[in-house]
Structure formats: structure tokens, C-alpha cells
């Protein structure tokens, strides 16, 4: 039966194709553009479609909760005891960036520097025109406009929202204190648009917003991205090598439950807002063949997909934690007592 492939990423021109769909996930838009290329890729050699719905994060960990999909998606890592007293397994897919997007006439991509702490103070609404003395006294020689300041967010649950104020958390104790980290940010100002792609269109229409994307999304768009400055001191670019710097750094092989983040690390060339993402699936599978059909799929994107995940900046995860996940499915997702998937 030919279903209908989507991805809700409207600003990638991820259009809508008619495959075979035999296997079904939901949530996060970070990882969905190479999430799409992998599963062109994939139904072509093996055959077997995938229905990815990018509904966000919180879309993403509500579906497979309630066992609509075959696997959620989701950028914000479940904690060991959810993920306990929801029966369920996590596992990282790919490393990316999030990266603070504009709208300012006359500035070029990396020409504004800002801190984390001036971010969080511009998400706060505490700093509201773009010429401000916080903001010119980072940028000196750079033709600061006199707009005022537009902030744009996530609108729906969001992973990405997650990460990004995690970060601004660590950063800035007023928007710790007054704001603080989650999927469903309560934004003290601002505009909301769903899914990367929506925040990355609202940033589009209007001159003097500042919005927040995963890299993918800036740069299939062309936006102008601000330089952050990392727990070095340095301003990296924000680049597959950056990003990846973040990742060597992590502890990989030490986090229970997979749970990872990495935020502010501390390599000199690291991208402070880096991020992994995640797959959701049952650790007991009511239909066996279907939750080797999800572990067969990554078991592949691990194999073959990491040319396709760098050509959209995204960066692999290292060789031995694949090959330590990989491990972990054949004791972490079974049916009656045997494991769904045995990789090789």
C-alpha cells in the first residue's frame, strides 16, 4: 500500500513523495533534513519506506508514549528514570549545532559576536535595539542598526527550545532564575513559530528579529547567524568541525541512559550550542519485525549514512559509540525474552 512520505520542513523544500512507508517516526525537525536524505537513500536500496513526521520534540516523545508511531525523535534527552518508568530505550543519531539566526540589513554571516549572558539578556527582552551599548560594545567597527530588537522562538514543544535555554541557563543566573530550561519555554517576550523551519521564516519576514536554528535550517536558508562565544573564551564559526570538537569532548561511553548533552564544552574550537538528538523506541516490542525494521534502518544511516549527514553539516557520532549502541540494541530492545535486532 503507497502511503505518503512527509516532513513538515517547508523551508528545506522537503517536498511530499509517494513511497512505500513501512516504517513510522515522529518529532524533532533538528535531525529531519538528514533524516529525509536517509530515507531516500535507504527505500532505494532496501526497499523500505519511512514516514517521519518533523512535529517537534514534544510532538515526538507524546507519539511514541502513546504508541502511534514506531519511534519518537527528540532533541531533549529523557533523564534514566523516565525513560525507566516509561519502558522506554534512547539512543543519539547525529551531532549538530544550534545557532542564534537574524534579520539585520548590512551584516554579513559571523560579522556580530555575542556572549551567552547578552543573549539570554536579548531573549529577556532586558536589551531591546540593536545599537545598544551591551551589543556595541562586543561589535566595535561593525554598523549596528537602529532597529529595535525582535525576538522569535519556538512555538510548539520543542527539543531545540530545550538545549537552547539549557544553555542560556548555564550562562545568565537572571534567566535561570526567572525562566529556566524546558521544551515549553514560558518566553517573557517575543514571537512564536513552529518547527525550525517556522522560526527561521519569521526571522526571514522581519528586519531586526533574532531567532534560534539548528544550523541545517541557517544554512539552507542563507540566514546571517551571530558568533557565541564558548567556555575558551574563543569565537568558533559554527561548522561541522565545531561541532564536532563539542562531541570529542563528551563522555560517550559513561552517560546512563544515553543522556548526553553537549553544552559549553570545553575545547577551544567547540561550538557552545552544540547538540545531539535521539530515537525513542520500546524496550519490549510488541511487534517484533517493526522494531527490527527501526533498528535495521539505523543500523544502515550508522553504516552509509554519515557522507549524507555531513553534507548537511551534520557530524556522525564517533565510530566505537556507534559500535557501542549498536551492542546495546541486542540487550536493550526485545520481543518475548530475544532481541528484534542483532547488528553486524
Known sequence: MKKLFFVGVGGLALATTAVGADISGAGATFPAPVYVKWAEAYKAQSGTGLNYQAIGSGGGIKQIKAKTVDFGASDKPLKPEELSASGLYQFPTVVGGIVPVMNLPGIKPGQVHLTGELLADIFLGKVTRWNAPEIAALNKGVPLPNLPITVVHRSDGSGTSFVFTTFLSMKNADWANKVGASDSVQWPTGLGGKGNDGVAAFVKQTAGSIGYVEY???????????????????????????????????????????????LDQP?????????????????????????????????WAYKKGDALAASLDYVPLPANVKTLLEKQWAKSVMADGKPVFVAK
Open 216 to 262: 541545517a535550517y541557517a544554512k539552507q536558508n542563507n540566514a546571517t547567524y551571530a558568533l557565541v562565544q564558548n567556555k575558551a573564551g574563543k569565537w568558533p564559526l559554527p561548522t561541522a568541525p565545531s561541532f564536532g570538537a563539542a562531541a570529542a569532548s563528551a563522555n560517550w561511553l559513561r552517560s546512563p541512559g544515553n543522556y548526553v548533552m553537549l
Open 267 to 299: 575545547a577551544a574550537a567547540a561550538w557552545p550550542i552544540s547538540s545531539t538528538t535521539f530515537i525513542l523506541v520500546y524496550r519490549e516490542q510488541g511487534d517484533a519485525a517493526k522494531g527490527a525494521e527501526v533498528l535495521k534502518f539505523f543500523d
